[in-house]
């Protein structure tokens, strides 16, 4: 197993995943809610920029590798995962919401797996509209967990809301375009 610089990014995103959490459960005398949201925010916003980060110094620094590869789509659905299991429980995020981005996950993780069996994982390879849908979740989930109201006038709630509905919406997308071009490798494969 590798371990460079954006290994090392892609770790502290999985290592924010717990501090994620907690910050929510913390002892109510330690913390005011407005705290706990923007504390929870900031690291969620820190975990999307160590997202791209990683990326593009791993292309940058040509430290590329199939472990990287494999460890930043894992650690980025799951701090999505918990991000959405707080707010789901704060009730500040629909249960189909949940549903649907956490199911697209594990369906299409599958698919892929799957696909790689079979000696077909280019087909289900990442595309412009996965990467938008990754990046309408990074965008709607701060706003969600800051729940406040910014500048005198932006509801964060509200416009989170907004953008989760059409994260959902191409969360639905991507999985369908990934399925699309996965079914004429498993339809020539199941011969």
């Known amino acids: 197993m590798p371990f460079n610089l954006p290994i090392a990014l892609t770790w502290l995103r999985v290592a924010a995943i717990p501090l994620l959490v907690a910050v929510f459960y913390l002892p109510g005398n330690w913390l005011t809610p407005f705290e706990k949201n923007l504390i929870g925010t900031i690291i969620f916003v820190f975990a999307a920029i160590t997202d791209w980060l990683d990326g ?73 509209v996965g990467k938008l849908k990754t990046t309408a979740q ?7 967990l800051l729940n406040d109201t910014l500048f005198g006038w932006l509801n964060c709630a509200q416009l989170g809301t907004w953008l989760i509905w059409i994260a959902s919406f191409l969360t639905l997308w991507s999985m369908f375009y990934y399925m699309q071009k996965a079914l004429p490798q498993l339809v020539e494969k199941g011969k």
């Open 138 to 144: 990074l965008v709607a989930i701060p706003f969600l």
């Open 56 to 128: 593009f110094l791993a292309r940058r620094m040509k430290q590329e590798s199939a472990f990287g590869q494999f460890l930043d789509p894992v650690a980025d659905k799951l701090i999505v995962a918990a991000a959405l299991l707080v707010l789901l429980n704060m009730d500040r995020v629909q249960v189909w919401v949940a549903l649907i981005i956490i199911g697209r996950e594990i369906t299409i993780s599958a698919l892929r797996e799957w696909m790689a069996l079979l000696g077909a994982g280019k087909s289900v390879a990442v595309h412009m």
